[in-house]
């Protein structure tokens, strides 16, 4: 459906922005501030998108549209302004309407304060997806958690990472619409009991020891140019009466103010680990609370529809982002059981099949499990609940298994290893209809090893969906200047709904004039982006050298010191060989560490320790500038991603689920180096491996290397390159003479490096030299350049959610037709 047309003139900008600016920020344009100019422009825009907000929940209404609800504890959305402009197609109009009125759009901006609600990876993919679903004309409800405060902020303090509390509901939210009349009562605690009804048969009530409400907060996402305007619903928890009367008259003011405190601060802050570290009762108690509002709300939603509950599967595809919310098949048994009077079979199946189930980790240690006591106490209905989803599933399961009870202890839903444990992936698995792994390798280390008793019981359910990024804001509102020159050669703007599209640019791959114009593209924003390097962090950058960039959190598993080892072994190279013929190179580092993640913290550090040392030396400050980056979120990605021409993805082969940073440094024309790992393996396929560096060890010979009994000081004492590039950091040079200040980091990989950066590490430097060959040809580097470009169509988040839509959701498209909107009919 095209969308309706907004033919906005600029003086129609112009006065909304003013009306906007008086009427809600309650400024004359002579005291107000830059701020103030992005909130009226932000409402201003609001004003164009409400209609089709409105619309398409009339339209879904009254259509009883089939509607996916993606669960997730993370949505990661970066700013809103400049994609609802995007997607409205009106960035023109409204930047020459700033203009004539003397203010820069790019200006106005920067001034929307990021919503970090997510960590990484996982977040991100939720908000790609809920982009891609707008654009697809996909019913969607995202629902999630309104954390008052976000990830942190990273600033970098002596090398060292230092938080701070990310503020960004303080000056307030223009895209946000509370809802206070859908709040819902959410239990915790207490006891629950048998009553015998009527007819002989029992129900049971849970009397809670306390209750919050959750309130729901409203944010539309708009589809690309089409009328679509979808629904991120987020939850807020408040105390349920906003006082205690009965304290407060006995006199006790605090004790009545300290209850609506304890409520509130159920979603204060998002956990800023990604993985768990160890099971916090007030992280259950968030997912809890946001499942448990988000399915009454879709019982809310059943309800208006007059649709009967048994066909709550029918009305409901609900995806499960990872097992944070995986608590929902229990609450939607309970709300079905006890509240409605289901009986078990049915609700079973109803249950089942509404649920899929995406899982994101390969690393055995990150599944989640909960103390069994800790989740008695806080939701004793629910324990009740999976005891008897256990007790059933076993009962079936253990002939099947020829009574083999070491692979039903396996299956259960509580593990009895250190201490009694409910496995949410387990329970996962046994809830839904569908299990998928996020790239081909990982499904395929799913079916074989993390979840191999379960693919054995229900192969049928398994399949792949590997990720995607939205190309929206990827690549049309990252990289205007690329996006431009794509348009221009294949003739029109389609490959921004269509990725692959790009595919017509490899008529060009030939064309050494366009791979000229292609190159200066890439230089352009190598030199803006050098700019605001050296705004950030005063280190001034050369944008002929060639930029290598790992961005992304900080884990042992990403193996960023494999990265920063290869760069103190090319400083020594540098040092010794004045002759050593190289491309000039800066590397370029980003990513947040988990506060509480020592070695994570510990490489921080190192990596700014090393460039502290070699940018300053004159020997190679002309050939090697390392350049650390602070604070990692989607609004820094947006300008890294268009200046980068290397990209590093270099984890241990069989860690990385998927990687969807590497996706876009791809379409961005980067090359990557990298291993055998996650999407890696298919970027390479799509691209060629003629136009991709690979390196290292892959799944297989991980493990087997791991069983054959892995030395890494075997590595360390045979290659006289990485025992110069360890000693260097054991001596103390990079620590004004400090041998203590790294030494958790040199004996953790000399005597246990658990990811094997030393077994990859001499593979890893041979392949950096290719990498350099390569750009030393200049014509031959900007054609795998373009060709990564022409050849990423595949990692679309559209292609995606397509999939999901097909094989899991079994959703259709609804066109949004816009009728105006004096023409609804009131109730
Ligand atoms: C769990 C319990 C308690 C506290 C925190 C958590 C938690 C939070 C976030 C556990 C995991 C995460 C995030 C995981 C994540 O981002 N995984 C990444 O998902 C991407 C999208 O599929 C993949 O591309 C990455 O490979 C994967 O690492």
Not at 400 to 422: F, K, N, P
Not at 690 to 700: H, R, S, V
Not at 701 to 717: A, E, F, I, W
């Amino acid at each position: 459906m095209a969308q309706t047309n907004l033919q906005l003139t600029t003086e129609e900008v112009k006065r909304s922005f003013f009306r906007n600016l008086a009427n809600v920020q309650g400024k004359f344009p002579a005291l107000a501030s830059t701020f103030d100019y992005y909130m009226a422009l932000s409402y201003t825009v609001r004003d164009m998108l409400m209609a089709r907000w409105v619309g398409t929940a009339s339209e879904y209404t009254e259509k009883h549209s089939r509607t996916v609800a993606y669960l997730s504890a993370e949505f990661l959305m970066g700013p809103h302004l400049a994609l609802n402009l995007l997607n409205l197609g009106v960035t023109d109009v409204v930047r020459k309407a700033m203009l004539e009125l003397g203010l820069n759009l790019d200006e106005l901006l920067l001034e929307e304060p990021e919503p970090g609600l997510g960590n990484g990876g996982l977040g991100r993919l939720a908000a790609c997806f809920l982009d891609s679903m707008a654009a697809m004309e996909i019913p969607s409800i995202g629902y999630g958690i309104r954390y008052e405060f976000g990830i942190f902020e990273q600033v970098i303090i002596d090398g060292w990472q230092v938080e701070k509390t990310d503020k960004w509901l303080l000056k307030g939210n223009p895209w946000e619409i509370v809802r206070p009349e859908w709040a819902v009562d959410i239990k915790f605690g207490g006891y629950t009991e048998r009553l015998e009804k009527e007819n002989g048969e029992f129900s049971v009530r849970w009397v809670p020891g306390w209750q919050v409400k959750g309130i729901p907060y409203d944010t539309p996402i708009l589809g690309y140019k089409n009328n679509t305007a979808n629904t991120l619903r987020l939850w807020q928890s408040v105390a349920p009466e906003s006082f205690n009367f009965g304290r407060f008259n006995e006199g006790d003011y605090y004790g009545a103010v300290e209850e609506k405190v304890a409520s509130e601060n159920l979603t204060k802050v998002l956990y800023p680990n990604d993985g768990p570290l160890q099971g916090k009762q007030l992280r259950l108690q968030q997912q809890y609370f946001f499942v448990s509002c988000s399915l009454q709300d879709m019982l809310r939603i059943m309800k208006v529809q007059r649709v009967g509950l048994e066909h709550f599967h029918e009305k409901f595809a609900v995806q499960l982002n990872d097992t944070h919310p995986a608590i929902a098949i229990a609450e939607l048994m309970r709300l079905l059981l006890d509240e409605h009077e289901v009986p078990w079979d049915i609700a079973w199946h109803v249950t089942q099949n509404t649920f899929g189930y995406t899982n994101h980790t390969l690393l055995p240690e990150a599944l989640e499990c909960w103390p069994v006591d800790l989740f008695q106490n806080l939701l004793p209905r629910l324990m009740e609940i999976i005891y008897e989803i256990n007790d059933r599933f076993l009962e079936r399961v253990r002939p099947q298994c020829l009574y083999d009870t070491e692979q039903v202890a396996r299956l259960s839903l509580i593990g009895e290893w250190g201490g009694r444990q409910v496995r949410m992936a387990n329970l996962a698995c046994v809830g839904s209809h569908a299990i998928n792994g996020v790239a081909a390798l990982h499904t395929e280390l799913l079916k074989s090893d993390v979840l191999a008793d379960f693919y054995r019981f229900w192969p049928e359910k398994f399949s792949n969906k590997t990720n995607g990024v939205t190309p929206r804001r990827w690549l049309a509102l990252c990289n205007p200047r690329l996006s431009r020159l794509i348009s221009d050669a294949i003739g029109d703007e389609r490959w921004i709904g269509d990725l692959s599209q790009l595919k017509r640019l490899e008529d060009k791959a030939d064309d050494s004039n366009f791979l000229e114009i292609w190159h200066d593209a890439k230089r352009l924003n190598k030199h803006d982006f050098a700019l605001k390097l050296y705004e950030r962090t005063m280190v001034g950058v050369d944008p002929d050298s060639i930029f290598d960039v790992q961005v992304k959190r900080i884990h042992e598993y990403k193996r960023q010191h494999l990265n920063i080892l290869y760069i103190i072994a090319l400083y020594q190279r540098l040092k010794s060989d004045p002759h050593f013929d190289y491309h000039p190179r800066t590397f370029i580092f980003a990513g947040k560490a988990a506060p509480g993640y020592h070695l994570a913290k510990l490489i921080i550090k190192l990596i700014n320790s090393v460039a502290h040392v070699v940018n300053r030396d004159p020997a190679t400050k002309d050939f090697l500038k390392v350049v650390f980056l602070p604070n990692f979120n989607v609004s820094n990605g947006q300008l890294i991603y268009p200046a980068a021409d290397l990209s590093e993805q270099i984890s241990t082969a069989g860690k990385e689920a998927s990687g969807t940073g590497n996706m876009k440094f791809a379409m961005n024309g980067a090359l990557t180096i990298g291993t055998l790992d996650g999407a890696n393996i298919e970027i390479r396929e799509e691209v060629g491996e003629e136009n991709f560096f690979l390196f290292g060890n892959t799944a297989e010979q991980v493990q087997r290397l791991k069983d054959s009994g892995y030395t890494p000081r075997d590595y360390y004492q045979n290659d006289i390159i990485l025992r110069e590039a360890v000693d260097l950091i054991r001596s103390g040079f990079f620590s004004h003479g400090d041998v203590g200040l790294f030494r958790d980091l040199t004996d953790n990989l000399l005597f246990s490096d658990p990811f094997m950066v030393f077994a990859d590490f001499n593979a890893y430097y041979a392949c950096q030299v290719e990498v350099d060959l390569a750009y030393r040809d200049r014509m031959r580097w900007n054609r795998m350049s373009l060709l990564n470009t022409a050849r990423s169509g595949k990692f679309s988040a559209d292609r995606t959610i397509a999939e999901y839509c097909r094989d899991i959701w079994k959703v259709e498209p609804v066109s949004i037709h816009m009728p105006p909107l004096d023409t609804f009919k009131l109730r």
